[in-house]
């Protein structure tokens, strides 16, 4: 490979990998601070049934830079993941997310549940049931009300503990969907061992759906597989009418995307679960663009 690029080829793939680093860390260090002194935030997106009734919140990862900037979770989650640095984020997300509802239902509002992204790493950790259990514990919520998004590559390894935790959570009551449906590698015998009850189908098979030869077949099959199994079954990523309107002609259980809402700060959700807003069965009324 080096031959055929040449040495000047060779001399910019190492600055751009060296920058790379560089950001890296740079990004590593602001997460760090953040940690301390309350740079993250969790936006949450709202989750639809068929009647546009809004029935769960998805919890979303916002990093804010000191100077304003936001930096996505794609980009530091998995900065995250390689320094261990998930660990303490993820347990501040799943804190996060109970002081929220609690809150919320201190305010009079009718919660639903919101979902948490756990990373592969978290699930696997012997004390994550603990970890669980006190955040709920401080804020007195019920499991019901907690959801957990894992993607396939996190649960199939047979030798982890992520089955062992997942059946433990699942007997306390907590729920559990495989997030980015399709894009991993699913054995579908584990799968079906597995405590889940939902599948997401990954938005980059929904956004190319209606194109011609697109992704249709492949929607229509997870749909029909999850419901054979007996799963629940969300589409991420729903842009446009044509595709809800598929989706849902094909029995697609909920739906999640910009067509409804962006990921929105906590007061702008809360907007959502005032009873107005809910007996109105839309979305669409939801005052002003949402942000982010
Ligand atoms: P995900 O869990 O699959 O979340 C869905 C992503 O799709 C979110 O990106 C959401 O903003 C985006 N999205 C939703 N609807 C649409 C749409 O209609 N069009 C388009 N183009 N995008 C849409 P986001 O917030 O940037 O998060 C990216 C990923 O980062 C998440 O993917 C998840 O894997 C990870 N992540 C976010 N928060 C956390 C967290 O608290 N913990 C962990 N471990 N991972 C997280
Ligand atoms: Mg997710
Ligand atoms: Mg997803
Ligand atoms: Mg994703």
Redesign the pocket.
Known sequence: RSRQLGVEGVVRLSRTHSLQAQEDSRIEAVMRRALQYGGFEVYYQPVLDANRKLCAF?A?LRLREEDGTMVSPAVCIPIAESTGLIIPLGRWVLREVCRQLKTWQLNGLQVVPI?I?VSALQIVLTNFCTDVDVALEEFDLKPSFIHF?LTESSVMPRDSLALENMVKLATNGFSFSI??FGTGFSSLDRLHKLPVSVL?IDRTFVSRMLDQNGTLPIVRTIISMAHALHLGVVA?GVETEEQLQMLAEMGCDQFQGFLFSKPVEAARAAILLSPRELSSGSLNALPGAAAV
């Open positions: 998805e979303l979902a992204n998004e997030d980015d997401k991420e």
